[in-house]
């Protein structure tokens, strides 16, 4: 069995943390992150977006209209979500700039160190759904027997 050093423990434990959330999401329902939605770049730097106010309202009787309309406007719920908000988007944003991340590493560049090399070959590894499919229940069937030995 491929064991990896204590070093790389970490990174590797964040790495499928991360790829866990992407399986949580895609069980539910329809991903908010798909693959073809993967990003290299934030879409956005934080600043003050004037496309988010609403200045047709007015400040003094309705400042929540004045201050977020333009962006409730401009952002929908999307059909996956039971509500919608800036921190949703930034969830959704920051998932698909890690996917990005991981799926440039799970491309065959020369300059990938080490680390980033046993990243980008576990997540190809997790995406490969034609041989997990194949391989079942195969490489857990080990585990699964002890558990049935503890009962």
């Given at each position: 069995?491929?064991?990896?050093p204590?070093?790389?423990?970490?990174?590797?434990?964040?790495?499928?943390?991360?790829?866990?959330?992407?399986?949580?999401?895609?069980?539910?329902?329809?991903?908010?992150?798909?693959?073809?939605?993967?990003?290299?770049?934030?879409?956005?730097?934080?600043?003050l977006?004037?496309?988010?106010?609403?200045?047709?309202?007015?400040?003094?009787?309705?400042?929540?209209?004045?201050?977020?309309?333009?962006?409730?406007?401009?952002?929908?719920?999307?059909?996956?979500?039971?509500?919608?908000?800036?921190?949703?988007?930034?969830?959704?944003?920051?998932?698909?700039?890690?996917?990005?991340?991981?799926?440039?590493?799970?491309?065959?560049?020369?300059?990938?160190?080490?680390?980033?090399?046993?990243?980008?070959?576990?997540?190809?590894?997790?995406?490969?759904?034609?041989?997990?499919d194949?391989?079942?229940?195969?490489?857990?069937?080990?585990?699964?027997?002890?558990?049935?030995?503890?009962?």
């Amino acid at each position: 069995m491929f064991k990896l050093p204590s070093s790389t423990r970490v990174v590797a434990s964040l790495f499928f943390l991360t790829l866990s959330q992407f399986a949580l999401a895609d069980s539910a329902q329809k991903p908010a992150v798909a693959k073809e939605q993967a990003t290299t770049s934030l879409p956005y730097t934080p600043s003050l977006d004037l496309n988010a106010m609403d200045r047709s309202a007015d400040p003094c009787a309705d400042l929540y209209q004045y201050s977020c309309g333009g962006w409730i406007r401009n952002n929908p719920i999307p059909q996956d979500q039971a509500s919608w908000s800036t921190y949703g988007k930034l969830y959704v944003d920051n998932q698909r700039y890690l996917w990005g991340i991981l799926e440039d590493l799970s491309k065959n560049h020369q300059d990938r160190t080490a680390i980033q090399a046993q990243l980008g070959d576990y997540f190809a590894a997790c995406m490969n759904e034609e041989a997990i499919d194949q391989a079942g229940f195969t490489p857990m069937q080990s585990e699964l027997s002890a558990i049935d030995q503890l009962q």
